[in-house]
C-alpha cells in the first residue's frame, strides 16, 4: 500500500496557487512573445497560454511563481511524476559514467532491453526483442517498415480517430484533419476501420444490443471478397483511443478484432504510446483484454520525464528483420535508459502498487466526476480506465452536439485562472482528460475535480 504522505512529498505543497494579478502573468507573457517569435506554433502545444518553470510530481509551477495543479502529466508522459528523485539520481549517476554509445550496444541499454522484455503482456512476455526510439512516432514509423518486411504486404488498417503520431508513415494512420489537411497524399495502402466509440456510435447502435456489430465489421472487411482489404499486413489500434477522445473500447471487441486478424494473417500491433505504462491500471492497456498483441508501440509515460520510446516485437517474427537495416543515432541513450529503467521500477515495484492505485483512483475520481456534475447539461459522458478519464462536453446531454471551441477555450482559460492545467482532445476538440500523474495525492485529485466542476459551471 502507498502511503498518501509519502506521494505528497513528490509534489509542490499547497497548489493551487495563483498570485499573479492576471493569468498569465507578466514574465509568463513576455516568455510566450518569445517563444512565437522564434519558435513553429505547428507545435502540439499551439499558442497554449501557459510556459512551465518548475515542475515536481503533479504540480507545475509558471515564471510568475503561480503554482498548478498538473492534470496533463505532459500528456501521460509523467507516469511517476515530474522530476522524481529517484530518476533524477539515477540520471545524475549515469551523467558521469557513459552517455551516448552509437547505437551500439551499451551497458544500461542492455539492461533496459532485459527489463522491457520482463514487463510485457502475455505472448510477449521474455519472448520479444525491442527497438528503441526517442518518441511514439519513432516506434509506430518503425513498426510500419518492421510490418512490410515480415509479413511482405503492403497494406495496414487502423480506425477513425487514431492518432499515431505524425511522421510520413504514422501520420498516414492519424486521421485527425488538423494533421493531414494540405500535408498528403500519405503512404498508400492505409484502411481506416470505425473505432467502437460507444456514446457516439458509427452505425447508431447500443452495446451490449449491438452485439458488437463494429467489430464484425472489422471482421467482415478483413475477412470477404471485394472489399479491397486483400493486403493487410498489421492492424494497429490504441487499446483505449487517446487523441481521439479518450475512448476505451467495450468489453469483448478486441478479442473479436484479433481473431479478425488471424484469420486474414494480419499481425495485431497494439499502440500503448498514450495508454500504456501503467496509465490504465494494467501495465499494458491491453492487458485489461485477452488478447495477446504481435506488437507493441511504446513511448510517453516510459521514459520517467526524458524522451524514450520504443517497439517490441515478437522474437520469431524479429527474425525476418535485416540487421543494420533500421539504424537510429539517439537510441538507447545511457541517461534515457536508466531513466526509463527507475520509472519502470517505481511502476512496478511492490505488486504494482502504484498501478493498481491508478486504476482504483480512478474508479474514485469518476465517481465523484459523476456526483458533482449531476444536473449539468454540458458534460455528455464520463468514461475511461485507470488515470485515463474523458469528460465529453456537449451543449446539450439529449442531442448530444458537442461542445463549441469557444467554450472549450474559455473552460481551459478559466481552468488555469483556478490553478489547474487540463488539456483537450477528441474528434471535436470536447473531451477533457483527466489524466494526472500516477503519483498525485488523492488530495489533490479531489481538488482538481472540485476546480474542474466549479470551472464548468461558471463559464
Ligand atoms: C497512441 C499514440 N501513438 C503515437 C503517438 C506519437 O508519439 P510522439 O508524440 O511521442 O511521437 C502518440 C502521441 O500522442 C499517441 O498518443
Not at 18 to 40: H, M, Q, R
Not at 204 to 232: H, I, R
Not at 338 to 344: F, G, L, P, S, Y
Amino acid at each position: 500500500m502507498i502511503e498518501e504522505k509519502e506521494l505528497a512529498k513528490l509534489s509542490y505543497k499547497g497548489a493551487p496557487k495563483i498570485i499573479s494579478k492576471e493569468f498569465p502573468g507578466p514574465v509568463t507573457k513576455e516568455y510566450l512573445d518569445l517563444a512565437f517569435d522564434n519558435e513553429s506554433m505547428a507545435r502540439g502545444g499551439g499558442r497554449f497560454p501557459l510556459v512551465m518553470a518548475q515542475g515536481k510530481g503533479a504540480t507545475v509551477k509558471d515564471p510568475d511563481g503561480n503554482l498548478l495543479i498538473d492534470i496533463t502529466a505532459g500528456v501521460a508522459v509523467n507516469a511517476v511524476g515530474r522530476c522524481h528523485p529517484r530518476v533524477i539520481k539515477a540520471m545524475k549517476e549515469q551523467m558521469g559514467t557513459m552517455m551516448h554509445a552509437i547505437d551500439f550496444s551499451s551497458v544500461r541499454r542492455t539492461e533496459l532491453a532485459h527489463k522491457v522484455a520482463g514487463i510485457m503482456p502475455k505472448g510477449l512476455k521474455n519472448n520479444c526483442i525491442s527497438y528503441f526510439t526517442q518518441s511514439g512516432s519513432g516506434a509506430v514509423e518503425t513498426a510500419l517498415k518492421f510490418v512490410r518486411k515480415i509479413t511482405g504486404r503492403t497494406q495496414v488498417a487502423a480506425f477513425h480517430g487514431a492518432y499515431h503520431g505524425v511522421w510520413f508513415g504514422c501520420n498516414s494512420l492519424t486521421t485527425g484533419e488538423q494533421y493531414r489537411n494540405g500535408y498528403g497524399p500519405f503512404a498508400p495502402g492505409v484502411i481506416h476501420l470505425p473505432y467502437p466509440y460507444c456514446y457516439r456510435c458509427s452505425f447508431g447502435l447500443e452495446y451490449p444490443k449491438c452485439e458488437l456489430q463494429c467489430a464484425k465489421y472489422v471482421d467482415y472487411v478483413l475477412n470477404s471478397p471485394y472489399t479491397g482489404a486483400d493486403d493487410v499486413g498489421a492492424l494497429i489500434i490504441e487499446a483505449q483511443q487517446g487523441e481521439g477522445g479518450y475512448v476505451p473500447p467495450p468489453p469483448g471487441y478486441l478479442e473479436i478484432v484479433k481473431e479478425a486478424c488471424e484469420k486474414h494473417g494480419a499481425l495485431y500491433i497494439s499502440d500503448e504510446v498514450q495508454a500504456g505504462a501503467g496509465r490504465t491500471g494494467k501495465m499494458w492497456c491491453i492487458e485489461h483484454s485477452d488478447v495477446e498483441p504481435d506488437m507493441i508501440t511504446w513511448g510517453k509515460g516510459m521514459g520517467g520525464d526524458v524522451p524514450m520510446g520504443g517497439l517490441t516485437i515478437r522474437k520469431d517474427l524479429a527474425q525476418k528483420i535485416e540487421d543494420h537495416s533500421q539504424p537510429n543515432t539517439f537510441a538507447g541513450n545511457g541517461v534515457s535508459s536508466v531513466a526509463c529503467m527507475t520509472n519502470i521500477n517505481i511502476l512496478t515495484e511492490n505488486d504494482n502498487a502504484l498501478i493498481k492505485r491508478a486504476g482504483e483512483l480512478g474508479e474514485q475520481i469518476k465517481t465523484w466526476l459523476k456526483q458533482e456534475s449531476k444536473g449539468l447539461q454540458t458534460i455528455g459522458d464520463i468514461r475511461g480506465r485507470g488515470l485515463m478519464i474523458g469528460i465529453e462536453m456537449v451543449k446539450d446531454k439529449e442531442t448530444k452536439e458537442p461542445l463549441n471551441q469557444q467554450v472549450v477555450g474559455a473552460i481551459v482559460g478559466g481552468l488555469l485562472e483556478r490553478g489547474m492545467v487540463m488539456v483537450p482532445c477528441g474528434r471535436f476538440g470536447n473531451v477533457f482528460r483527466f489524466m494526472p500523474p500516477l503519483v498525485i495525492t488523492k488530495n489533490y485529485a479531489q481538488k482538481a475535480v472540485d476546480i474542474f466542476i466549479d470551472t464548468v459551471k461558471n463559464i
